[in-house]
């Protein structure tokens, strides 16, 4: 099994910058078979969707929505993912979810709000 936890969010003004965390823990023998990890956000009455992914190698991928605003990087060696959210806007509103692939199964952080005023 491997557990994530998300931690950075909050409530912030438009314009302003947040930083999320995600830091996977588990068996060394889990851990090291992470390849991809990501953010996904759900805000209200809607449905999960992709922020930005990372694979092991480093290459990024970034919904059309926050290209240019937000960054994603990873430390391998901490087993932890950040989600560098720059310029927020009030549609930048939801809950915000950890992802990790290990093989076909993905697991999930427990999310943390960011809430975005206008």
């Known amino acids: 099994q491997v557990q994530l936890v998300e931690s950075g969010g909050g409530l912030v003004q438009a314009g302003r910058s947040l930083r999320l965390s995600c830091t996977a823990s588990?068996?060394?023998?889990?851990?090291?078979?992470?390849?991809?990890m990501g953010w996904y956000r759900q805000a209200p009455g809607k449905q999960r969707d992709l922020v930005a992914t990372?694979?092991?190698?480093?290459?990024?991928n970034f919904v059309d929505s926050v290209k240019g605003r937000f960054t994603i990087s990873r430390d391998n060696a901490k087993n932890t993912v950040y989600l560098q959210m720059n310029n927020l806007k009030p549609e930048d509103t939801a809950v915000y979810y950890c992802?990790?692939?290990?093989?076909?199964?993905?697991?999930w952080g427990q999310g943390t709000q960011v809430t975005v005023s206008s």
């Open positions: 990372i694979q092991s190698s480093g290459s990024t």
């Open positions: 992802a990790a692939r290990i093989g076909f199964r993905d697991y």
């Open positions: 588990g068996s060394i023998a889990m851990l090291v078979r992470i390849n991809t």
